[in-house]
């Protein structure tokens, strides 16, 4: 499970290059968060990895400031792509390198 916040860039752990079966240098990750609640899903770019490793593990700051999520409980995907669009239309199963419950914590500014 991953924790991320809604008020400030959360640091977020992941390990995605283990699974991931296209060159490193073409490929694009996107975080997918589908909120049970509200049956919709939340699309983001995961980019600026800041570990020291990332054969073992990913570091990605998520910033959901301009999402204004609701808190609770949401299932995530990151999915692989090497195309240039934000969407996981097209993408099979075989394109998830990870997958997991996230938690949302603090209101957004408008909520």
């Known amino acids: 499970m991953i ?3 809604n ?3 959360s640091l977020t752990p ?3 290059t283990e699974k991931t079966t296209y060159p490193l240098s073409a490929t694009t ?3 997918e968060l589908y909120s ?3 049956q919709g899903n939340t699309l983001l770019y995961l980019t600026g990895d800041t570990s020291l490793n990332i054969d073992r593990y ?3 700051p998520v910033n959901l400031i301009p999402y204004n999520l609701i808190e609770g409980t949401y ?6 792509t090497t195309g240039g669009t934000l969407s996981v239309s097209g993408l099979t199963t075989n394109d998830v390198v ?3 419950l996230a938690t949302i914590i603090g209101s957004g500014t408008t909520s």
């Open 3 to 5: 924790t991320l916040s």
């Open 75 to 80: 299932d995530y995907k990151v999915w692989q």
């Open 36 to 38: 049970n609640q509200l």
């Open 98 to 100: 990870e997958s997991g």
């Open 7 to 9: 008020y400030q860039t």
């Open 29 to 31: 990750y996107i975080l």
């Open 14 to 16: 992941f390990t995605l």
């Open 58 to 60: 990913n570091y990605y």
